[in-house]
């Protein structure tokens, strides 16, 4: 009877045991049922969340994306140069613009130093360094600057310093144009001014002076004859003679600039021209008994024909080798050198005359090519100044670098097109000796 009660009670138990887990299980699967179903919406809301997020930052990616190239094509589109470079003064970007005037790559500058292919003729420190030293900015600096191909340009730039949104500086940007085109058109105006002023000059001087020159010589050399050789009256007459000489010969070297260049166009070897110079040189050396100067030749280019007036050229390549051995009175080293003129697809041809002597003061060197500027006691100032007028008579171009106590380098280029710029006079002027400038 008693285990009967006691199986009935253990039963009974059992049973609510049972039912209350059970009911227990329910509730814990509700409620893992309602946490599923509030992760899926969370889910769902994460996954709209981030469409939302992804199609927003599609858009900037896209919007950024727009606004470089327009900004690439806003640098590629303009004419003047844009260099930026960091606080190491590394080039972190170079527009096209600035590809073109420096004649380089912007792939194989990236990264690299800016005075490694950048700087000032004068071997100073580019605009950029010195913008970043100083912490200021450098509007409209004017100066010659040299490329890493040593072609010299004249440039005009702008430096500013680049800023974070705190105003902390973290590089600095130049703007460049080339005025190399401007500068040799005005220097070809004020030759074309002061030539006309010279070529009317001339014609005076043809007519005005030579002719009296020439009677006061003939009579001095007759007044000459009627004293003895031991009467000082006639070392005077010789003083007038060799006077009207002196003055004589300078309204030559005037008529000679001013006279219209007659271009007589063959195809020459560059070279063969130089090694005439070279020789006569070498024969006024010889006679000057100079045996303290080195002539070294350095000819680089191979086929180095063009179309040219060779006795012009060796007129001028003449001059410049005599006043380069003149510069040298105490000895020193003449080079002749030839190249080609870096980036020029036709390969014109540059040809260098470079001295180690006293050199030319800074002041003074963009003057050497003006008609009657001479820094010689005895000379006339219009040497330079045919050089320059044959030289661009052939449609070329010449340079000048000089330091003092250095040495001195003229730097000629050659178009090998035959090119070449031939002032044509009527025959009426030429017999009559009436000059005409005309210019190109």
């Known amino acids: 009877m008693t285990e009967n009660v006691f199986a009935k009670d253990f039963s ?6 049972l039912v209350a887990a059970f009911h227990l299980f329910n509730q814990y699967t509700q409620r893992l049922e309602e946490a599923y179903n509030q992760l899926q919406n969370r889910v769902k809301e994460i996954d709209r969340e981030m469409a939302y997020t992804n199609a927003c930052l599609k858009d900037k990616v896209e919007e950024l994306d727009s606004l470089t190239k327009y900004l690439n094509s806003l640098l590629s589109s303009i004419h003047s140069g844009v260099i930026a470079v960091n606080l190491r003064g590394e080039v972190t970007m170079l527009n096209k613009a600035a590809e073109k005037i420096l004649n380089l790559d912007a792939s194989g500058v990236m990264g690299k130093r800016v005075e490694s292919f950048f700087q000032s003729s004068d071997g100073s420190k580019p605009l950029l360094l010195l913008a970043l030293e100083s912490g200021k900015n450098c509007i409209d600096v004017e100066r010659k600057i040299e490329t890493n191909k040593r072609v010299l340009k004249w440039i005009e730039s702008s430096v500013s310093l680049i800023k974070d949104v705190n105003e902390n500086t973290i590089g600095a940007v130049e703007v460049f144009r080339d005025l190399s085109e401007i500068r040799e058109l005005e220097m ?12 009317a000059m001339a014609a005076c001087i043809a007519h005005e002076i030579r002719n009296p020159l020439n009677s006061i010589e003939g009579f001095s050399a007759l007044l000459a004859r009627d004293f003895e050789d ?12 060799q006077g009207t000489k002196n003055l004589n010969k300078t309204v030559t070297e005037l008529l000679i600039f001013a006279r219209p260049l007659r271009l007589k166009l063959r195809n020459n070897s560059i070279s063969n021209i130089l090694d005439k110079t070279l020789f006569f040189v070498a024969e006024d050396m010889r006679q000057r008994g100079l045996t303290n100067i080195l002539i070294r030749k350095d000819y680089t280019v191979d086929t180095d024909f063009l179309q040219c007036d060779s006795e012009k050229l060796h007129q001028a390549f003449l001059n410049l080798c005599l006043n380069a051995v003149q510069s040298m009175a105490c000895g020193g080293c003449l080079t002749i050198f030839t190249r080609l003129v870096e980036g020029n697809v036709q390969g014109n041809i540059q ?3 470079s001295d180690t002597g006293t050199g030319i003061k800074k002041e003074v ?5 003006d008609p009657f500027f001479t820094t010689k006691q005895e000379g006339t100032g219009l040497g330079l100044a045919i050089v320059s007028r044959i030289i661009e008579a052939h449609n070329g171009k010449i340079y000048v670098e000089s330091m003092e106590d250095r040495g001195t380098t003229f ?4 178009p090998r097109n035959g090119n070449c710029h031939t002032d044509v006079f009527n025959d009426a002027y030429l017999k009559n000796e009436t000059l005409i400038p005309q210019f190109v």
């Open 12 to 17: 009974k138990n059992r049973d609510v045991d």
């Open 188 to 199: 070809r105006l004020r030759n074309a001014d002061k030539l006309a002023a010279i070529g």
């Open 230 to 241: 031991s009467d000082p009256r006639k070392k005077l007459v010789r003083n007038i003679i």
């Open 351 to 353: 040809v260098g005359i």
């Open 365 to 369: 060197v963009h003057k050497i090519f």
């Open 411 to 414: 730097y000629i280029n050659l």
